[in-house]
Structure formats: structure tokens, C-alpha cells
């Protein structure tokens, strides 16, 4: 059996979630820094989000912030937290038959392995250490966020601009209607337009 997948990269590795995890993708547009590095916020329908850094939460480095980064949000443990990724590499059907078992330093946020992508726990980064700094981040008004300091700092330009944000469209859409479990062949076919829009 296969299953969507979305496939990123931390630290210059290939990670990968399962579709039906992911809630949405965001550009990095409006994310600010707060006092801790393991934690951002952006705005998020209307409201203050949560980003989590996992590079700066397991090791002493921080994600680097470039225009391809992306802010990922998940659901797990009944919430809605948002998570930093280095790029978005796409979407990819995984056979589930091919699972194997992460290694052992990798278990404590890594489920299994398929092919080449570790399937990230996201769950293991909502723990006793990051749940108040989520819990804090949430209780912020959105205007702080919208009248931060900015992180991204390279831009496209317009035609790159363009592209990117259809490439986003065309990825949330697929997001969406995963979730919303639409019938697979008009969701086979999105992922068609969505791969010859990654090709542009």
C-alpha cells in the first residue's frame, strides 16, 4: 500500500511526514524571532503561531533562514504547532511494505524509515520543554507578529515570487484535499500539475 507523503530537508537530510499530518505550508513572510531560538511565531488566519526550530531543539544550530525555507504546520498531540523546514522538496507516494526501523540515536523523533526519508514524530518536539513556550506563543496578539521584525531578508524576484507562490498554492491545495479526502483520481491528478509546476 502506498501512501502520500511530503518530503522537506533539516540539516541536509531528506525527512518526510505522511499528507494527512500536515494542516498547511507557509511562506516565512511575516515569521519573527522571539527570545528563544528554538521558537518563532507568524500569523496564521488571524491569529499568533508557534514555530518550532527541531535543528535548534536538537542540536546547537539553528535552521538557516533562506527564501526556499518554509513553515510546516502539523497536527499533533490535538494541537496545531508550526514547524521550520530548510525546503520543500515535494510530494511523494511511499509503500508503507518498505518500512524499517530508525536507529537508535534517531528513534527518540524519527518513527520509521521509508526509502530514503525518515518519517518525522512530530509529536516528540510538544514536550515538557517547548509546551509552555506554545502555550505563551498562542496567548500573543496576532499584531505583534504583524508588526515584528521581519526574518527573511532575501527576496525573489517577481517572476521566482510568482512561481513560488503558485508552487505553494498548488501544494496546499493537495494538502487540503487529502484532508478533506476527495476522490483519489482528482487528487492523482492535482499531484500531475502540482510536479509540472515544481518542474517551472
Given at each position: 500500500m502506498k501512501e502520500k507523503h511530503i518530503v522537506y530537508s533539516w540539516m541536509?537530510?531528506?525527512?518526510?511526514?505522511?499528507?494527512?499530518?500536515?494542516?498547511?505550508?507557509?511562506?516565512?513572510?511575516?515569521?519573527?524571532?522571539?527570545?528563544?531560538?528554538?521558537?518563532?511565531?507568524?500569523?496564521?488566519?488571524?491569529?499568533?503561531?508557534?514555530?518550532?526550530?527541531?535543528?535548534?531543539?536538537?542540536?546547537?544550530?539553528?535552521?538557516?533562514?533562506?527564501?526556499?525555507?518554509?513553515?510546516?504546520?502539523?497536527?499533533?498531540?490535538?494541537?496545531?504547532?508550526?514547524?521550520?523546514?530548510?525546503?520543500?522538496?515535494?510530494?511523494?507516494?511511499?509503500?508503507?511494505?518498505?518500512?524499517?526501523?530508525?536507529?537508535?540515536?534517531?528513534?527518540?523523533?524519527?518513527?520509521?524509515i521509508l526509502g530514503s526519508y525518515k518519517i518525522v514524530d512530530f509529536g516528540h518536539f510538544i514536550n515538557a520543554d517547548t509546551l509552555p513556550l506554545i502555550k505563551k506563543a498562542l496567548e500573543i496578539n496576532v499584531s505583534v507578529v504583524l508588526d515584528g521584525e521581519e526574518m527573511l531578508s532575501q527576496r525573489w524576484n517577481e517572476r521566482e515570487a510568482m512561481l513560488e507562490e503558485l508552487k505553494l498554492e498548488s501544494l496546499n491545495f493537495l494538502i487540503e484535499s487529502n484532508r478533506r479526502k476527495i476522490d483519489d483520481f482528482y487528487i492523482d491528478g492535482m499531484m500531475k500539475i502540482h510536479r509540472m509546476i515544481e518542474k517551472m
Open positions: 541536509g537530510q531528506l525527512f518526510a511526514s505522511p499528507i494527512n499530518e500536515v494542516v498547511e505550508v507557509l511562506d516565512l513572510n511575516q515569521m519573527v524571532k522571539t527570545s528563544r531560538e528554538e521558537m518563532k511565531l507568524t500569523s496564521w488566519k488571524k491569529r499568533t503561531m508557534p514555530v518550532l526550530d527541531p535543528v535548534s531543539l536538537l542540536t546547537i544550530e539553528e535552521t538557516p533562514i533562506t527564501k526556499q525555507s518554509k513553515i510546516v504546520i502539523i497536527e499533533a498531540k490535538n494541537m496545531k504547532v508550526g514547524f521550520l523546514v530548510e525546503k520543500i522538496i515535494g510530494i511523494e507516494e511511499l509503500k508503507l511494505e518498505d518500512m524499517k526501523e530508525p536507529n537508535v540515536s534517531e528513534k527518540r523523533f524519527v518513527k520509521n
